[in-house]
């Protein structure tokens, strides 16, 4: 299994540039189901979730044709089978989000069920709740959800609490249904958008995305397109937070600071100096210890939960007590018995954590257990005397695209023992 080797070695310095967005590639691959003609998607992230989505729609007979190092033709047209089997679904949750699709598409679904992660139980009640508001047969046999219908009809859905790929999920398949369709109190992140944004390129009729109104009206059919990916605001958060946990300066290119307000805020309370372009960010703590934040995670466009952990590595270094009031998901502390290990001060009361920031940290052997969780033990590490190992970094690969390189080309010494992803 890959591990990290880290060396905390001072301030992070230069420059990188932002892959696509993870959580808009997911929806957008799987809304090339929707479509009998292809979809070519471009600056999709070199990540293992892109193979797991890869391998997931091509065991269904669709095409899925890399054209360069970051585009794909999506071809649904030769499929065969509409079944997304546990052995994929398990390493990735987000294959939930071919149930819309198919079931719009193809009229039937076989998708199994989720399950719970590091994070949480994360169910999918919603998803299956706004199907089935949409004359959706649905069963649970097997640990598998089987839906059927013939042609799914438009209806006014209200989420009662905002999902982000239930969302995406309703939201493409009522793009093929009768009628329109109504989501209330729907999610308003980016990665939302940009999967509108794909689907209107493909022939669909969406209004409202950004709001917590989305009308979608449906049209007989999609067709083809071509769609760049939004930069991934997540990445662009980890290395603003990177730089700011080692007191250095560094840019973000190719990015949209629009879509960061919330973290830039917490990064200026800390302590940095934050500037914005149109497509790049710059952050400078010209060498100063950051200062404790507190932060409260809220849907966009409140402060991300995927951003949680790595302001925890922050709050673990700074000057004074800092808070993380956790309100998304309820178990996405596990970095927090990790940076223990690294000599951090934190106090875990349900989904309070309260920080002492410490002068340094002290490097030590840890493990990764989630995709953000692994960020922040890389983000404390850095700023830890000593050598860092940090084990199970596969979850960091879900996620990060070229982690190694990119930390390298900011001067950080890492290195990966065992088999380089890609
Ligand atoms: C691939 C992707 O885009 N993943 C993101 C997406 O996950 P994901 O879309 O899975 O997360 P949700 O927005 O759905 O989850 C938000 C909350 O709603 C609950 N819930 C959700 C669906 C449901 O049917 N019933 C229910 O109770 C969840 O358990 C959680 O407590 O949004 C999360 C919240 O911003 C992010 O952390 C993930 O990175
Ligand atoms: C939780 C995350 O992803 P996923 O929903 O794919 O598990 C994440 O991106 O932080």
Request: glycine fraction near 10%; charged fraction near 20%; hydrophobic fraction near 45%.
């Amino acid at each position: 299994m890959d591990k990290f080797i880290i060396e905390g070695n001072g301030p992070l310095r230069g420059e990188i540039v932002a892959s696509g967005a993870k959580n808009a590639a997911l929806p957008i691959l799987c809304a090339g189901l929707l479509s009998d003609e292809p979809l070519t998607v471009t600056n999709v992230p070199k990540l293992w979730d892109i193979g797991t989505t890869r391998k997931l729609l091509t065991q269904m007979g669709v095409t899925m044709e890399q054209t360069d190092s970051h585009t794909y033709v999506i071809d649904a047209k030769p499929i065969t089978t509409c079944v997304a089997p546990y052995e994929l679904v398990r390493t990735m949750r987000a294959s939930i989000l071919v149930l819309g699709p198919l079931v719009a598409k193809r009229g039937e679904a076989h998708v199994s069920l989720p399950g719970g992660c590091a994070i949480g139980a994360r169910p999918v009640d919603l998803h299956l709740m706004g199907l089935e508001a949409m004359g959706a047969e649905i069963t649970l046999e097997g640990g598998f959800i089987h839906a059927k219908c013939k042609k799914l009809r438009g209806a006014r859905i209200v989420f009662d609490t905002v999902t982000v790929t239930g969302t995406e999920n309703l939201m493409m398949a009522a793009t093929l249904a009768e009628g329109e369709t109504i989501l209330e109190n729907a999610a308003r992140e980016p990665e939302v958008v940009d999967t509108a944004n794909c689907l209107r390129a493909m022939g669909a009729k969406i209004s409202g995305d950004g709001t917590t109104t989305i009308r979608i009206q449906g049209v007989d059919k999609l067709h083809a397109a071509t769609h760049r990916v939004l930069p991934d605001r997540i990445e662009t958060g980890t290395y603003l937070v990177a730089a700011a946990v080692t007191r250095g300066r560094v840019r973000v290119t190719q990015t949209d600071p629009s879509m960061l307000d919330a973290v830039l805020v917490k990064l200026q309370q800390a302590g940095a100096k934050v500037q914005t372009g149109t497509d790049f960010i710059d952050i400078d703590m010209q060498g100063k210890r950051p200062g404790a934040v507190n932060i409260h995670t809220m849907p966009h466009p409140g402060f991300p939960t995927d951003m949680q952990a790595q302001m925890m590595a922050l709050n673990c270094v700074a000057e004074g007590v800092g808070t993380i009031r956790e309100t998304i998901f309820e178990n996405r502390f596990m970095h927090a018995q990790e940076l223990l290990r690294l000599g951090a001060d934190i106090r875990i009361e349900g989904n309070l954590a309260v920080i002492t920031g410490r002068e340094r940290l002290q490097a030590a052997p840890i493990m990764a257990t989630d995709l953000r969780a692994s960020a922040s033990l890389v983000l404390a590490a850095l700023a830890a005397d000593g050598e860092t190992v940090i084990d199970r970094i596969y979850h960091m690969d879900r996620g990060y695209e070229d982690i190694e390189g990119k930390f390298q080309a900011l001067g950080a010494n890492i290195k990966r023992i065992g088999k380089q992803f890609g």
